[in-house]
């Protein structure tokens, strides 16, 4: 498809802020490098939407029961297309050199004498390919981790495994959906683009999947389990994409959902195209969680739709605490990644448009090269840079996606202070030989991440691998093999490209909230001459760390510096409460006051490195 660029929303400061600029100023002097003179944020409080949805109520054995009674699918073998666009920020769309903005932590190579990830504890082989007639790529390799089970929802199949790998219930994607399915054959018609996570607020299991790639035949699917148990009864329910402010359309459709969740609500963002697949902007659903918890319809929701300064391909974070505040992160400016958030997350919540954060430089493209394998000249399809998944806990948001460096591509992962706007660690998973490719990442409670990808090489088959990061270290360990991969692999289905990912799963066992489980993707043997992808779980257990710092925002004046703030409230994003406290800070300096409160209930520690 062709590639689009849409404008960057323009809009004039407000008049209090052209008021205090000359404060600003003089605050960029003190403050430090952290600190941006950049107009304040933008908000919006969306549209509140209230309505009857398609909705049903059921268990996998009733969905099993009434699978033989229903029309039998005419999908046939699917090739979900990658629909990529520019992005509204300026970044090129192809190669590009990466402007010399200052890096705030060196890029890891994982070949480096650091230590090996953990072994593994224990892995087993996942949903694989299906047969001919219903084959589908990529498989959009999706999972979730519960107390007792595991979950995984990929464009194929639905199926619950034990944590020991058996298969305890297997049902099609779309026979997992189909009971929302009206007479005129929507919303569940041509599911795709699955995501699901175990929400540790509420004890279920949440899950989101867009039907229909055509305007106007657009739906975001949510489903919620009733309790821990993802073999009882499922709550469904399909919002139509493509109702924009409460006024039906009808060009439009959503593709490339990103879903996140806090104590309060689920979020689901989508990137929203025409039907000639041209790029239009991104939306966001916020979704109160109690009448999912409880199966009602009526639900209500919070429609965002192009929110100020949104872009491609948003990523609300997987919040663990109650910070007060939900994240969104995004590819940025050039070098820069975007962290918009949310507050007033338990009432009617506020989007702000999003600081920019700078990283390490990197080529931002919509067109990555293809990765290499053995014994075949295709490749295996990269796709773009978009950020894959978010992770706020202990104050830190951490995402991660994939790049290319010298034409060769490498996983980048990034933890961010949202508070203060900064990069706290970031680095590189690479290899000198080997590609890394569609990772996704979880934190423990003891702020040691882990990420999963893919790999292959020259001389080695598309596998699934791993590693981890620990806080005493800042650094990705030496990367370990989750699962080897069998044979070359080359399937098209009639497309152009031979697709692979969209993504992965990286995901905490909320048992120990210490245990990591990844589910990757690799090229498994052929079945007469046809290539397979099949799925593994693995797990596996960092071991002893020291504990979580103290977070950003809790209590204690912090120490040091002549000006300590301190929050109330939980993390708010630095550009808030730094300018819109703005006008006093400079008595706050020259009074010696230890303590303001800002503005929405919160503070925020400031460092002056003339104090």
């Not at 300026?90 to 190669?95: F, L």
Request: charged share 15%; glycine share 10%; hydrophobic share 35%.
């Amino acid at each position: 498809m062709n590639p689009r660029r849409y404008p960057r929303e323009s809009g004039a400061a407000r008049p209090f802020l052209r008021r205090i600029v000359p404060v600003s100023v003089i605050l960029l002097a003190v403050a430090g490098p952290g600190f941006s003179a950049e107009p304040g944020p933008t908000t919006s409080t969306g549209v509140q939407v209230t309505k009857s949805v398609p909705f049903v109520r059921e268990s996998i054995d009733e969905i099993r029961a009434r699978a033989p009674f229903r029309a039998p699918a005419a999908l046939g073998d699917r090739a979900i297309p990658l629909r990529r666009i520019q992005r509204r920020s300026g970044a090129p769309g192809k190669e590009a050199a990466p402007s010399a903005t200052p890096a705030t932590a060196a890029p890891v190579v994982s070949s480096s004498p650091a230590p090996s990830a953990p072994a593994l504890a224990g892995s087993f082989e996942g949903l694989g390919n299906p047969p001919h007639g219903q084959d589908v790529i990529p498989p959009d390799t999706m999972g979730a981790a519960g107390p007792d089970h595991l979950v995984s929802l990929l464009n194929s199949d639905f199926g619950v495994f034990s944590k020991s790998g058996a298969l305890l219930q297997k049902v099609s994607l779309q026979n997992f959906w189909g009971s929302l399915v009206t007479p005129v054959g929507e919303p569940a018609d041509f599911p795709y683009d699955p995501k699901i996570l175990y929400d540790q607020h509420s004890g279920r299991f949440i899950a989101v999947t867009l039907d229909c790639t055509i305007a106007p035949n657009s739906w975001v699917m949510i489903a919620v389990s009733s309790t821990s148990d993802p073999l009882g009864t499922w709550s469904k329910w399909a919002i139509d994409a493509d109702l924009d402010n409460n006024v039906q359309q009808s060009f439009n459709s959503a593709d490339f959902p990103g879903l996140g969740v806090d104590a309060f609500n689920v979020y689901v963002t989508a990137n929203m195209f025409d039907a000639a697949d041209v790029g239009q902007y991104s939306k966001v659903w916020v979704i109160p969680k109690a009448p999912l918890l409880t199966g009602s319809n009526p639900i209500t929701w919070f429609e965002f739709r192009d929110p100020p300064g949104s872009d491609f391909t948003m990523q609300p974070a997987h919040t663990f605490g109650t910070p007060g505040a939900e994240y969104i992160l995004f590819e940025g400016a050039v070098n820069r990644l975007g962290v918009a958030w949310f507050d007033g997350v338990s009432g009617t919540p506020v989007w702000h448009s999003p600081s920019q954060v700078p990283v390490s430089p990197y080529t931002s493209t919509n067109s990555l090269p293809g990765a290499p394998q053995p014994g075949i000249t295709t490749t295996i399809d990269t796709a773009d840079t978009r950020l894959l998944n978010t992770v706020y806990r202990n104050g830190s948001v951490w995402t991660t996606h994939h790049l290319a460096v010298n034409g060769k591509v490498e996983v980048a992962w990034y933890r961010i202070n949202p508070g203060s706007g900064t990069v706290v660690s970031q680095g590189r998973v690479n290899d000198p030989f080997r590609w890394y490719y569609y990772p996704s990442i979880a934190v423990n409670q003891d702020n040691v991440a882990a990420v999963g990808f893919s790999g292959s090489s020259t001389t080695e088959y598309v596998g699934g691998y791993y590693t981890i990061i620990r806080p005493s270290s800042g650094v990705a360990e030496t990367v370990a093999l989750l699962k080897k991969g069998e044979a070359p692999y080359l399937k098209t289905l009639g497309g152009t490209e031979n697709r692979w990912g969209d993504f992965s799963a990286t995901v905490v066992d909320p048992t120990d909230n210490v245990t990591f489980w990844t589910l990757q993707e690799y090229a498994d043997l052929p079945v007469s001459g046809i290539s397979q992808w099949g799925t593994w779980w693995g797990k596996f257990t960092p071991g002893t760390t020291e504990p979580p710092p103290t977070p950003p925002g809790s209590s204690g004046d912090g120490g040091g510096g002549c000006l300590s703030v301190t929050r109330s409230g939980g993390e708010a994003p630095f550009a808030t409460s730094l300018l819109t406290a703005g006008i006093l800070l400079l008595p706050a300096c020259a009074l010696g006051l230890r303590r303001f409160l800002l503005r929405r209930g919160r503070t925020v520690p400031i460092r002056h490195p003339v104090c």
